[in-house]
């Protein structure tokens, strides 16, 4: 098994790996939100992979993708929070069924979080599944602790 970095080469692989994630999530996706979706995603990679948003692959010996993760790094006005500036979300952690519970979804959790400190990001956040939970908990995962601050969002779309 090979744990790497994806390149503008493994475009539509990212595509690809992101729909059979909305799958493994029962999410529905009409046709329609599908064409939209690829567009976007296609023009996404292009112009942010490896800059602000890298994707980890974990290949069998012949290149198919048997786990995969994600990162996003924001940057910041810095605080006592996030003191470099920087912090990062995890999306996009699969592994395909026929691979769970072999380890790999660790390995390429810790690939990410590797990867992320190179980056100099302060923390690093993601929204578990009941299936991932375990997992991010023993990686050192804390569940959010109510904070002098609520949490809040606007859906615009």
């Not at 999410?27 to 976007?40: F, L, N």
């Not at 012949?62 to 994600?70: D, E, H, L, R, Y």
């Amino acid at each position: 098994m090979n744990v790497r970095m994806a390149n503008h080469n493994d475009i539509d692989k990212l595509i690809q790996v992101r729909f059979d994630y909305f799958a493994s999530e029962k999410w529905e996706v009409t046709d329609d939100m599908r064409g939209s979706i690829s567009a976007q995603l296609q023009q996404y990679y292009s112009k942010h992979l490896n800059l602000d948003f890298f994707a980890a692959l974990m290949e069998d010996d012949v290149g198919n993708v048997i786990s995969t993760a994600f990162l996003v790094i924001f940057e910041k006005p810095a605080n006592l929070s996030w003191p470099t500036g920087k912090t990062g979300m995890v999306l996009n952690v699969l592994t395909y069924p026929q691979y769970r519970k072999m380890g790999y979804a660790t390995k390429i959790m810790n690939f990410i979080i590797e990867e992320a400190k190179n980056h100099d990001v302060s923390y690093i956040e993601l929204s578990a599944s009941e299936l991932g939970k375990p997992l991010y908990k023993k990686l050192g995962f804390l569940e959010d602790i109510p904070s002098h601050t609520t949490h809040m969002k606007k859906t615009l779309i």
